[in-house]
């Protein structure tokens, strides 16, 4: 029972340290395909390593944690994505912290990689608080940028694929192993965390 109340803790404090910490100016790479704001928003999720990462974690940490929160995350993470990001749309100013997105590959990675033992409402307040925090960054780059909404709506359709995919493929895994790879995949999304935290801070980002 004890461990269980530390693992809550450190997922409590994962996801909070990601919208306390490292005041800064958000930016967010938008894609232009031509093809419309809906494909220009799928376009943006995997071009952007930014979000994309940070959504391929969320997937790995679901999967690791059973079907039960695999499911969880694959509806709440683009929900969330999707309100945070109008209400980003709706104010038009990037309130969350700069270092957000470096700091979801650090705790994400981090949580990964120690393969704990995390109960669905843990996994879901993560994807909750993740997807808010990004959404809200693309939302008001979409505005800053002058394009439609609309492309929020092919953000987080992308991501709901990307969850989906990610998260059965770890669940349906057995064998020892391959548990280890996919809790390395988790340490090396870390330590691009910690990389691009590092080029964050000293001003470079």
Do not use: Q
Not at 11 to 16: C, D, L, Q, T
Not at 58 to 68: E, H, Q, S, V, Y
Not at 74 to 79: A, I, N, R, S
């Amino acid at each position: 029972m004890a461990g269980a109340g530390v693992r809550r803790r450190i997922a409590a404090v994962a996801a909070g340290a990601s919208l306390l910490l490292w005041p800064g100016a958000a930016h967010a790479h938008l894609v232009t395909t031509g093809l419309g704001p809906v494909y220009d928003g799928i376009s943006h999720l995997f071009l952007t390593f930014d979000d994309l990462l940070p959504v391929v974690a969320m997937a790995l940490l679901a999967g690791l944690n059973g079907p039960a929160a695999g499911r969880r995350a694959l509806f709440t993470l683009p929900v969330a994505w999707l309100a945070g990001g109008a209400a980003g749309y709706l104010s038009g100013i990037a309130i969350l912290p700069g270092g957000i997105t470096s700091l979801s590959f650090l705790a994400l990675g981090i949580l990964t990689a120690a393969d704990l033992r995390l109960a669905p409402r843990v996994v879901t307040a993560l994807a909750l608080t993740f997807g808010i925090a990004h959404g809200w960054l693309n939302g008001a780059s979409i505005v800053a940028a002058g394009r439609e909404a609309s492309g929020l709506a092919g953000i987080t359709g992308a991501i709901f694929v990307v969850v989906a995919i990610v998260a059965a493929l770890v669940v349906s895994l057995r064998r020892p192993w391959t548990r280890i790879a996919v809790r390395v995949a988790g340490s090396w999304i870390a330590a691009i965390g910690l990389l691009l935290l590092g080029w964050t801070l000293s001003g470079r980002g």
